[in-house]
């Protein structure tokens, strides 16, 4: 069974960073794409970005490129989302995801952790 496990929400100032990271379990997952998703409260879920598990190519979301890095550690079956310069509408719950399909991978997700940015 497939297991995302997601860590390193919080409350933080305009301007500042925070680093998600997912830990994932239950299968391998060479063949598969992990992503970051986002949901603010009244809004649909949006991907934020996604990391292929082979090979590391990238998607970002506009409205994170510059700001957002997502990596992978294939030996830990880790992924991370390392976010600098946040804005208040970051603001929202993070999720973690994994799937087959690129570059919105959907089939697994993580229990999500809150971001939240103020002004």
């Known amino acids: 069974q497939v297991q995302l496990v997601e860590s390193g929400g919080g409350l933080v100032q305009a301007g500042g960073s925070l680093r998600l990271s997912c830990a994932a379990s239950?299968?391998?997952?060479?063949?598969?794409?992990m992503g970051w998703f986002r949901q603010a409260p009244g809004k649909e879920r949006e991907l934020v970005a996604a990391?292929?598990?082979?090979?590391?190519?990238?998607y970002y979301a506009d409205s994170v490129k510059g700001r957002f890095t997502i990596s992978r550690d294939n030996a830990k079956n880790m992924v991370y989302l390392q976010m600098n310069s946040l804005k208040p509408e970051d603001t929202a719950v993070y999720y973690c995801?994994?799937?087959?399909?690129?570059?919105?991978?959907?089939?697994?997700w993580g229990q999500g952790t809150q971001v939240t940015v103020s002004s």
């Open positions: 239950g299968r391998t997952f060479s063949s598969y794409a």
């Open positions: 990391i292929r598990w082979r090979g590391g190519s990238t």
């Open positions: 995801a994994v799937g087959s399909s690129w570059p919105r991978p959907s089939d697994y």
